[in-house]
């Protein structure tokens, strides 16, 4: 039940900005973002402040992918509750906590506020009286609002702060969002001062956008680069795929994602989500001395259990996430080397991301005869990088890749070598990653 009360309202000191005129990039964003003008609040070169509320059924990759690429950008990006606790259970398992609670947050002043979608989130952030208030002073002021998947249309449409724009939403939301706004179909679509989008495989994409909404296109562009973003949005994923080997198990594949103190939080869990959207066993595992972890930009993940305990279960798969200083937690943690390599001793599937392929599967040897790729300024720590530019490399039971803006394709391939292509594609249509 969220704690968001009218009552709870206290004055708030709200100040009007002065706008600056902003571009959005003609290349590397929807066509119905191109030759859009539009004004920001603040100096792009100041730091613009947002706000993202969760809750109980947050879509955690919508949440999460915003916050990073947000805080990568610079932004001081607040993650509030409007539950009673700080942490949410947010869809598939993934449990998140927030910075504050949504009360704490009464009396600021926001440059963005960007709802994630996901159900029953949407609704519980629709019902939230403190966040709608937020809201509808933001769009008065003439501030930037955003959301995405359900909530344009659960939330926005119905608060009234859509009306008269364009704005789109996660497909079966249309008819909803199209009884309070002229609805199109763009994957991202920005009218006045409202960004909307359509679900989590366009999440990045809305996430970038903002970034240029808030600083100007070659911040937009300086954060998209090195995530290694796709230009072909919308389109099916490809794999690169060496010594073809079927991959087994029963019944439900087990399917181990370690976790760590500067894991890319973006990566993890898009990695979880999907695989659990697939219906596999996903254990998250900390390697840390405490299940509640901090990742790279600083959004807190909860694991499902201690590596130490983890470790005694056996795995059809284990696939690590990527971020630096995780990637090398792993590399030290010499019980989870131990466990790779003696998932690679079986011949059972391992994988990994971003830093993960270079800094934990090459120092220790389980990249031995096999093709592999990682994160573009870390294939030169590979012994064989002859196939690091393909996106997503399958090389046997080896899955490699090569950063967040892959991490979709990369979870989605192995989907397709546990379940087959017309799971994987059924799922990329879902979260609208592929023309649904």
């Known amino acids: 039940m969220a704690i968001c009360h009218l009552a709870s309202l206290s004055p708030s000191p709200f100040i009007r900005f002065a706008p600056k005129r902003l571009f959005l990039s003609s290349r590397a964003f929807p066509s119905s973002l191109k030759n859009k003008s539009f004004s920001a609040t603040t100096m792009a070169s100041a730091v613009q402040k947002v706000l993202v509320p969760i809750a109980n059924g947050t879509e955690p990759m919508e949440a999460v992918i915003t916050i990073d690429v947000l805080r990568r950008a610079g932004a001081d990006v607040t993650v509030a509750s409007v539950e009673k606790q700080h942490q949410v259970d947010a869809c598939h398992g993934v449990k998140l906590v927030a910075d504050t609670l949504i009360t704490d947050c009464v009396d600021s002043v926001f440059d963005l506020i960007s709802l994630p979608g996901g159900m029953p989130g949407a609704a519980t952030l629709r019902d939230c009286a403190i966040l709608e208030s937020m809201v509808k002073k933001q769009a008065a002021d003439g501030r930037l609002y955003a959301a995405i998947c359900a909530a ?3 939330a ?6 859509l009306k008269g724009l364009k704005a789109t939403c996660y497909p079966s939301f249309m008819e909803k969002l199209s009884s309070a706004a002229t609805a199109v179909e763009s994957r991202v679509q920005k009218d ?12 990045m994409e809305f996430s970038v956008a903002l970034v ?8 937009a562009d300086e954060v998209a680069g090195p995530m290694v973003m796709r230009s072909n949005h919308g389109e099916e994923y490809t794999l690169r795929e060496v010594n073809f080997l079927e991959w087994k198990f029963k019944d439900t594949p087990q399917i181990l994602v370690p976790i760590a103190n500067g894991t890319e939080e973006m990566e993890a869990v898009m990695i979880i989500d999907i695989l659990r959207r697939a219906k596999a066993n996903v254990v998250v595992a900390s390697v840390e001395d405490k299940l509640e972890i901090v990742a790279s930009r600083k959004v807190k993940l909860v694991a499902d259990m201690l590596l130490d305990e983890a470790v005694k279960l056996s ?3 284990i696939v690590l996430p990527g971020g630096l200083p995780g990637a090398q937690a792993f590399s030290n943690s010499e019980k989870l080397v131990n466990l790779l390599k003696t998932q690679k001793e079986a011949n059972r599937p391992y994988g990994a991301i971003c830093a993960s392929p270079a800094i934990v599967f ?5 990249l031995k005869g096999k093709k592999a790729t990682a994160y573009p300024a870390m294939c030169n720590k590979l012994s064989d990088p002859s196939e690091a530019e ?3 490399v ?18 989605l391939a192995i989907v397709e070598k546990l379940f087959g292509r017309q799971k994987a594609l059924e799922i990329a249509r879902t979260m609208v990653f592929t023309k649904p």
């Open 152 to 154: 344009p249309a659960v």
């Open 156 to 161: 926005l449409a119905s608060w009234g702060v």
């Open 192 to 203: 006045g001062h409202a960004v909307t989008s359509r679900g989590p495989g366009t999440a």
């Open 212 to 219: 240029e909404h808030l600083y100007g296109k070659d911040k």
């Open 315 to 317: 795995y059809d798969l």
């Open 362 to 366: 090459e120092p220790h040897g389980l």
């Open 390 to 392: 393909n996106r997503v």
């Open 394 to 411: 399958v090389d046997g039971n080896l899955i490699t890749s090569r950063g967040p803006g892959t991490s979709i394709e990369f979870s």
